[in-house]
């Protein structure tokens, strides 16, 4: 019993030693491309993905989807103020903007 109660150590620090390493070599490789001063179309280009194979792999990932759906409440949760063509200056948040500006807001927010 003993033996392979070691054994099962050895092999989580092992793991753990694996994982540590893992991570310090992305944290090194993450570090590198930033201070290298590729842009991201540079990067795109040298990887061989196209921006609208990148942003399909971004926008399928749960967490992302997660994150922009939190976004999109806080952003639903606080009173602004809209600018620019067709914005009414009498217009203070979207909760006082009526079907047109409420319906311009959500178009705004899906594009996000």
């Known amino acids: 019993m003993s033996k392979s109660k070691s054994k099962i150590k050895?092999?989580?620090k092992q793991l753990k030693t694996s994982v540590n390493s893992l991570t310090s070599a992305t944290s090194d490789a993450l570090d590198m491309v930033?201070?290298?001063g590729e842009s991201t179309d540079q990067l795109l280009e040298r990887l061989g993905i196209s921006r609208q194979e990148a942003y399909?792999?971004?926008t399928s990932d749960d967490e992302v989807e997660s994150c922009r759906e939190d976004l999109r409440m806080a952003m639903l949760a606080r009173s602004w103020r809209l600018?620019?063509?067709g914005?009414?200056?009498e217009v203070v948040s979207n909760r006082?903007?009526?079907a047109s500006c409420a319906?311009?807001?959500m178009c705004w927010l899906r594009r996000f």
């Open 34 to 36: 930033m201070a290298s």
């Open 87 to 89: 914005a009414d200056d």
């Open 10 to 12: 050895a092999q989580k």
């Open 83 to 85: 600018w620019g063509d």
């Open 103 to 105: 319906n311009t807001c």
């Open 56 to 58: 399909a792999m971004i």
């Open 96 to 98: 006082d903007c009526g």
